[in-house]
């Protein structure tokens, strides 16, 4: 909800917020039956894009796009999280501030990449002047062992390309062979997506234009977000949000689709896909967006994603907040085609098998159909409210329905998605945390993300011809 209040706090210095204003929100959230009990949430207002996901200094660093004043986009900072395990984050509040000639109207979505002793931030600063036109910079911080954050005052990129418009963003920082490479989203004058690639002999600079990211000959829509190159099984894989693609490209459900493409091999010298496959969807479901993925230096490709959309309203807004972030996820490739499965430190969580109807709002769920069969499985609640999954062995089809799951929203979109398998029996592994759900379908090779938010606070599951087991995982929020 856009208040008053929130309003005049949407552009206001951070020197100038007034403290008694995220008491009273953190008060009002306090008595939230929406919040989560084991995926990030914030304390306050708004997230939107994870940024800087990383290990550094012996923990897994992540940092989230956040205005804590309210479900708005207003100044952004990144407020910093850390864990030991991937499964439990330590939120230690706004880090990386705006109101710096280069970052005055926000400190927008970057990445991380540790340097020797420090981890280094590259992010976009979102400048406006008096008329209100943008002028993006793309920036950099330095942050040390003890977490003390020191900005970089010049821009490392000052400008976009000639030939591209004011939309240049995201920054995901690489190194290959000692040299830095760096991929910003781009639109063009032409309103067409595209990703840019700098390069650097330091993280400092100075940073110059290479060339573009050749990765499909697919038509990108007009612009493209949050592109993440991640090799995966020895393959380069894009991950990216190409806003306005058309259909006939890639049919997507949602106000914008979050997206990957898989290469046979990659060519760093003219940073080039080599055999890139079709575009395909990353999540079959509702609320997935802006996932950063990381190679990690334990050898796993890594990814975390928004549990949200861009120009949505959420029933949580009333709250004074909004979005979550997913499970952490494993990356492998099959046959050209990207599974993705629950980090394995998840399994920590489980804290006893449930052998009644009656589940908790943090649950996991193993559904097994046989081949030939068809089988149905409803999450319901003490309120006649019930999240369907429909699955149907015969044809390799799975319908996720949360038409009667809650609250509306968003159902300019549609209330149900569906998700093609291979033939034969089906596996599901649903993760429910009161107000997220994700299903990973036969060990991860499609993936459907949805949010729901009912009145009910009790839980129960029904189902028809399969085989379940339940287990109750700790809440940790």
Not at 17 to 30: F, L
Not at 34 to 53: A, C, E, K, M, V
Not at 282 to 296: H, P, Q, R
């Amino acid at each position: 909800m856009i208040t008053e209040w929130t309003t005049k706090l949407r552009y206001l210095p951070y020197k100038e917020w007034p403290k008694q204003q995220i008491v009273d929100i953190k008060q009002k959230i306090s008595k939230s039956h929406w919040r989560l009990g084991y995926h990030i949430q914030p304390s306050t207002g708004l997230l939107n894009d994870p940024n800087g996901f990383s290990y550094f200094n012996g923990q897994w660093h992540l940092f989230y796009q956040s205005f804590p004043y309210g479900p708005v986009h207003g100044l952004k900072n990144w407020t910093h999280l850390t864990s030991d395990d991937l499964v439990k984050w330590q939120d230690h509040g706004p880090l990386l501030l705006p109101g710096d000639k280069q970052d005055s109207h926000g400190a927008y979505s970057g990445s991380a990449i540790p340097v020797e002793d420090k981890l280094f931030l590259m992010y976009t600063g979102n400048v406006r002047d008096k008329d209100w036109v943008r002028h993006p910079k793309q920036d950099g911080a330095w942050l040390d062992s003890q977490n003390k954050l020191k900005k970089i005052a010049t821009p490392l990129i000052d400008e976009p390309k000639a030939g591209f418009t004011d939309h240049f963003r995201d920054p995901q920082i690489l190194k290959h062979d000692g040299i830095y490479y760096c991929l910003i989203g781009a639109r063009k004058k032409d309103d067409t997506g595209h990703v840019l690639v700098y390069q650097a002999d330091h993280v400092t600079g100075p940073w110059q234009y290479k060339t573009e990211l050749k990765f499909t000959n697919q038509p990108m829509g007009y612009m493209i977000e949050c592109p993440n190159l991640v090799f995966v099984d020895g393959q380069p894989v894009l991950i990216f949000c190409p806003q306005g693609i058309s259909q006939s490209v890639l049919d997507h459900k949602n106000i914008y689709p979050n997206a990957y493409v898989v290469g046979k091999d990659f060519d760093w010298e003219n940073f080039q896909f080599i055999e890139p496959s079709i575009i395909q969807n990353l999540d079959d479901g509702f609320d997935v967006y802006a996932t950063e993925a990381l190679n990690a230096p334990d050898g796993r490709a890594l990814t975390v994603s928004w549990g949200g959309l861009p120009d949505t309203t959420y029933p949580s807004d009333i709250e004074g907040w909004a979005n979550c972030y997913s499970l952490v996820k494993e990356l492998h490739l099959e046959d050209n085609q990207l599974y993705q499965l629950p980090v394995v430190e998840n399994d920590k969580l489980i804290k006893k098998e449930l052998t009644t109807s009656e589940i908790t709002p943090q649950s996991k769920i193993s559904i097994n159909l046989d081949e030939g069969k068809r089988g149905q499985v409803y999450v319901k609640t003490n309120r006649n409210e019930e999240l369907q999954i429909r699955l149907d062995a015969v044809n390799g089809k799975i319908l996720v329905d949360r038409t009667n799951a809650g609250e509306s929203f968003a159902t300019d979109y549609g209330t149900k998605r569906e998700s093609e398998v291979s033939k034969g029996s089906i596996n599901v592994e649903l993760y429910l945390d009161n107000t997220i759900f994700e299903l990973f379908i036969n060990g991860g090779q499609k993936v459907l993300t949805g949010r729901m938010f009912p009145q009910g606070q009790q839980f129960f599951v029904e189902s028809e011809n399969v085989q379940l087991q339940k287990f109750q995982l700790e809440k940790i929020y």
